[in-house]
């Protein structure tokens, strides 16, 4: 299949905001809204960030994101509260393309930082964030948003990691694999590694008991980790966060 040729442009339309609640509806299999129309236009209108991934061809959404004015550790920032592309177009560098746009917009109004949240067990977007966008990890929030009930996450716990994305870092066409920060690739006094399932989402359907186990496990060492002062230095290919002493 040809990558759709898309562009990431900002919204302000009530259609536009229609479309937007839709993409992300049928994106997290929900049949009510993930943001409200009221909200998506409150936060535009105010100036915050709100945005859709457009297929050229077919002048349809396939993507859309929101995010709103926050602060890191002191300093402006743009948090990202959802982001969401359609499965027909997954795969395709849409999901760098809209962060970058969001890293682009951040960076024209003075943000320093981008924040998000995702779920740690979800291999991945870890990759995606860490390995590819080169973002850090900043804090690990254990059942964030409560109990939560769209397709994609009901039945589990809605732990995230925080996670910080510097807007003048500079930007890698390719990825990092964490093992390429060991000497050898390999687990030593000084790293060490956590797992993560092959696909979380398929795993809660076909065994919530192996999932609580996992959530379980990955909350304590990552939680330990990071109360030690430890950091996530990346992660690998094949699934493993790298915890370590930040250079």
Known sequence: MTPPRVEVRLLSTRDDFLAHDDVLQRVWGMSTPLVTLEMLTAIA??????????DL?????VGASVGFLADHHGHRALHSHVTGVLPEVRHAGL?????LHQRAWAAEHGLAWITWTFDPLVRRNA?????????????????????MTDAINVGDESDRL?????????????????????????????VTFVPTPSDIVELRRTDPAAVARWRADTRMALTTA????????????????????AP
Do not use: C
Request: negative net charge; hydrophobic residues 40%; charged residues 20%.
């Open 226 to 245: 990071l109360d030690a002062g430890k950091s996530v230095l990346g992660f690998t290919r094949d699934g493993h966060y790298v915890i370590g002493s």
């Open 127 to 147: 990759w995606f964030n860490l390995a590819i966008l080169g973002a850090d990890v900043d804090a690990y929030l254990p059942s964030f948003y409560g109990t």
């Open 57 to 61: 061809e077919t002048a349809t959404m």
């Open 95 to 99: 999901g760098r393309s809209m962060k």
């Open 162 to 190: 925080l996670t910080a994305w510097n807007v003048h870092a500079p930007v890698t066409d390719q990825p990092r694999d964490g093992r390429e920060l060991t000497s050898d690739g390999r687990a030593s006094d000084a």
């Open 45 to 54: 209108h105010s100036g915050g960030y709100v945005a859709g991934a457009f």
